[in-house]
């Protein structure tokens, strides 16, 4: 079968103007002679071998008529293809002579053709194809007449609508030819006539224009009543189902309302009940409210006389608290020329607190140092421990060496790394005491700034 999209032509075998009115498939809606790779897949590099798919007959659905050509050769294909056949078979041999040899005509040289079944598959093909090609220009032109149908009976239905316009022009013509042919003897009236005339034409042209545009409002409007009517059914059926469920909810919340108004009355029954005994209560409670103030009352009058005798001691307290007010004034007094003095002494005394300040600093600047050179110290040890270690490694080594050659250089060797181990000694001595040096300074310094 044709896949949709693919053009194929003969052009290679037939050549030229022959090959394209030979055959070409093509679908409806593209032009033909495009060069097409899916077909010509179909044979073999070697022979004319056709396969199923591409010597099945092509169908093509013509649009809009429902006419198409099937696989089964009809008389109209029987006919084409003896009119295309000794069109297309001549050319197409000589150009595919050299696919439709056989391999024993390709190894021998030999010339004609091997296999007649390749010779008719290929004309078979020729034929094939220009049916298609005969196929696919009379859709093309049934398109067209459909196309062009439909234009006309567009056409037809405005001048439907003009004849009636021009009708409706006429009779009222008419009718005013006879008002002339009557009012001949006026000839004031003639000019009158005209100009109503001219005014009808005018009138009879906005008609026609006021008309084309009712009909796009119609049609627009029709549209947009489709969309309402759409719509209002949408919306009636979820009015129904919104009845439904409101239906089901009401039934419900009536049968919990009655539920909640029985269980209600009996409230309002035990609520009744008791009223009844809160206000038996209420009088046995003012009675013994009663009895409570008289007690109340004799009890405040007691605390009254024991509260008179407590003022009294506490306005005697209060004369001693101002007696004693006036001493501490007197006290503060005479403490005052005290107060000045710290205050001279204050600013020597933030001093020293600085100068402790700056001591604390500079012994934590020592320990860090300290720190440090302990660091180094263990460091030193390890590279002393390491360098051990490797000196050891070459005696070794030079116990195992028997030639007396060898044996020196490494002397020399080890002579030379114990000089080296000497002068890092050494170095390291010499550093310890500056930066103990260092230390020293910097402690006589501090104890300088004390």
């Known amino acids: 079968m044709l896949r949709k999209g693919e053009i194929r032509s003969p052009g290679a075998l037939a050549g030229g103007t022959r090959g394209r009115e030979a055959g070409g498939v093509c679908e409806a809606g593209e032009r033909p ?13 070697g022979g004319g071998a056709v396969t199923a798919e591409a010597s099945r007959s092509p169908r093509v659905k013509l649009p809009s008529l429902g006419l198409s050509s099937s696989g089964p050769p009809d008389m109209f294909e029987v006919k084409s293809r003896k009119k295309s056949g000794p069109k297309g078979a001549p050319s197409e041999p000589g150009k595919r002579s050299d696919g439709g040899k056989n391999p024993e005509a390709r190894g021998g040289g030999g010339g004609g053709w091997a296999d007649p079944r390749t010779g008719v598959s290929l004309l078979s093909l020729g034929t094939c194809l220009g049916l298609a090609w005969f196929v ?8 067209k007449v459909e196309s062009q149908y439909q234009l006309l009976k567009i056409e ?3 001048f439907q609508g003009l004849q009636s316009k021009i009708s409706l022009i006429s009779e009222k013509l008419e009718s005013t030819e ?10 004031s009236l003639v000019t009158q006539f005209e100009q109503e005339v001219s005014s009808l034409q005018s009138t009879m042209h906005d008609i026609q224009n006021s008309e084309e545009l009712l009909t796009q409002k119609m049609q627009s409007l029709n549209e947009k009543f489709q969309n309402v009517s759409d719509f209002w059914k949408r919306s009636l059926d979820e009015m129904n189902v919104n009845t439904d469920t409101f239906k089901s909810e009401s039934k419900h919340i009536h049968s919990q309302v009655t539920v909640q108004i029985n269980s209600a009355e009996q409230e309002i029954k035990l609520l009744t009940e008791r009223l009844k005994d809160l206000e038996d209560s209420t009088l046995r409670n003012i009675r013994t409210v009663k009895r409570q103030e008289e007690e109340d009352l004799l009890r405040v009058e007691e605390q009254l006389g024991s509260d008179t005798k407590a003022v009294e001691k506490l306005e005697e307290e209060q004369h001693a608290l101002f007696a004693r007010d ?4 007197h006290k503060l007094s005479s403490y005052e020329p005290k107060v000045e003095e710290c205050k001279t002494h204050l600013p020597a005394i933030e001093s020293a607190v600085r100068s402790v300040l700056r001591v604390s600093q500079d012994l934590i600047g020592t320990e860090k140092k300290i720190e440090d050179l302990t660091t180094q110290m263990f460091n030193m040890e390890d590279d002393m421990l390491k360098a051990v270690s490797e000196i050891m490694e070459m005696q070794k080594t030079l116990e195992g060496i028997q030639y007396d050659n060898s044996i020196l250089k490494m002397q020399n060797e080890l002579d030379v790394l114990k000089g080296k181990v000497h002068d ?11 930066t103990l040096e260092e230390y020293n300074l910097e402690n006589k310094g501090i104890d300088n700034d004390f």
């Not at 696919?136 to 398109?143: H, P």
């Open 33 to 45: 002679g495009k060069e097409g790779t899916g077909f010509w897949a179909a044979l073999s590099p």
């Open 136 to 143: 696919f220009q009379q859709s093309e032109k049934f398109a």
């Open 156 to 158: 037809t239905n405005k």
């Open 178 to 187: 006879s008002i002339l042919q009557e009012a001949t003897s006026s000839m």
């Open 326 to 329: 006036e001493d501490l004034t």
């Open 424 to 434: 890092f000694m050494v170095y390291s001595n010499t550093r310890e005491k500056g």
